[in-house]
């Protein structure tokens, strides 16, 4: 099969326009119909290039390439998506190319980087390169949901003892926070009848709703505070609007939950308080503000909340440094809700990676991206949770550029032809010197 950067493109484009956010399970189909037809796909495409694939009851697949008896080397992307948002502008799944940039949900997170691998590796095998290394491109289908499809996969399949994911950015993430939620149940005061926000707490949420029972300055405060009231009677519809962004980068993005609940504080002690936790995206507000020298300040995005009957569930993202545990945190916020009679409970999570800059592995990243890009760029670390976690040794490596614009979980999520080009051509030159 041919690999030209046109056909690279082509190819980005059919898999962007497979709607696969996750949805309700069927019958072979774990975390929908989309996410089948996007393996389904990936995995021929995989096949046209001369890998070996296997479909992992369409929770994972994988192609090898390269003689069964050398080691295994991984690099790990995922199809799923996340949900989009109505204020889009391009099509989400139609893969349209305008001024430089295709534009489609997944082009950054993660179809785009699947592509851009494939094609580099694709290219060196049609160049008559030999692989040392047997490569096994896994292709998870639950990653922004919760990393089943990578626990089956660990349950069932031989794992890589090194290998990278395509799901970050450049020059080469050395460290990796933990990542854990924590859901936060609160007393419902009689006024709020409901509160909706947001539906991943790995979002920072473009739009929160409240409707409440009309209480003396509630009115004139959300007007003040320039959030969007109806009324109806005594009822209050309130809504607000943010920025989205991804959750480990919140400071990117305007959360329009922290601006209703900011509204809202003054009236209710729960939810005051719930804003006073965490109004700041570093956590000073509920005093889990650390940091360390390695992996940097620990974040916070309060992504969800949910009225349950009597009470109101949020979810807030926690990205900690490898100076605070998962166990600590937990009990920080537990203590701390307790004094209204809020209940914390811990949610999905993962440990803190952390791989040393002068490791083999990073030295050839690092090394393959900077001759290409002709810079001097040093390992860093990230807040964002990839595949590398699962691997024995393992790193994220791009596609997002030093500076470069992120539309990661946001609207309009676009990469440009320019820089969808150069990521070809790094991971070509880093895959050549690890894996042939």
Not at 80 to 99: A, C, L, R, Y
Request: charged content about 25%; proline content about 5%; some cysteine.
């Amino acid at each position: 099969m041919k690999v030209s950067f046109e056909d690279a493109i082509k190819s980005l484009q059919d898999l962007i326009k497979i709607n696969s956010v996750q949805a309700p399970a069927t019958e072979g189909a774990p975390f929908g119909e989309g996410n089948v037809r996007a393996l389904d796909y990936s995995l021929k495409l995989l096949e046209s290039f001369g890998f070996k694939t296997k479909n992992g009851e369409n929770y994972y697949g994988y192609g090898d390439v390269g003689d069964d008896s050398l080691p295994l080397f991984g690099i790990l992307a995922h199809l799923d998506v996340v949900p989009i948002s109505p204020t889009w502008q391009h099509d989400p799944f139609g893969g349209e190319i305008e001024d430089g940039y295709l534009y489609g949900r997944g082009t950054l997170d993660d179809k785009g980087p699947f592509i851009s691998a494939l094609y580099a590796c694709a290219q060196l095998l049609n160049e008559g390169f030999k692989p040392t290394k047997r490569i096994r491109f896994i292709l998870g289908c639950n990653e922004e949901s919760g990393w089943a499809c990578m626990d089956k996969y660990a349950s069932n399949e031989e794992m890589p003892q090194e290998g990278f994911s395509p799901d970050a950015d450049f020059p080469v993430i050395n460290c990796e926070k933990g990542v854990v939620y924590h859901e936060i149940l609160v007393p419902k005061s009689d006024f709020i009848i409901n509160l909706e926000c947001g539906e991943r707490a790995n979002i920072v949420p473009d739009k929160a709703t409240a409707t409440v029972k009309e209480l003396k300055g509630l009115r004139e405060r959300a007007i003040e505070l320039g959030a969007c009231v109806l009324q109806n009677d005594d009822i209050l519809t309130i809504t607000t609007k943010g920025i989205s962004a991804h959750g480990s980068t919140p400071d990117k993005g305007e959360n329009a939950l922290v601006k209703l609940l900011d509204v809202l504080a003054p009236f209710d002690k729960a939810l005051d308080f719930i804003y006073q936790s965490f109004r700041y995206n570093d956590g000073r507000g509920a005093n889990i503000n650390f940091n360390d020298e390695i992996s940097g300040s620990l974040t916070a995005n309060l992504g969800v909340a949910k009225t349950i009957t009597d009470s109101i569930k949020f979810v807030v993202d926690i990205r900690y440094p490898l100076c605070i545990t998962m166990d600590e945190l937990t009990t920080l916020l537990t203590n701390r809700f307790a004094s209204i009679d809020g209940r914390v409970t811990r949610g999905a999570y993962h440990l803190p990676l952390y791989v040393a800059k002068d490791d083999p592995l990073i030295i050839a990243l690092l090394g393959a991206y900077n001759d290409v890009t002709g810079t001097k760029g040093e390992a860093i670390t990230i807040g964002g949770g990839t595949y590398a976690r699962v691997l024995p040794k393992g790193v994220a490596f791009g596609p997002v550029f030093p500076g470069g614009e992120s539309r990661v979980h946001g609207d309009d999520e676009r990469i440009s032809l320019k820089d969808f080009a150069k990521t070809i051509e790094i991971y070509k030159e880093a895959i050549k010197r690890l894996c042939f």
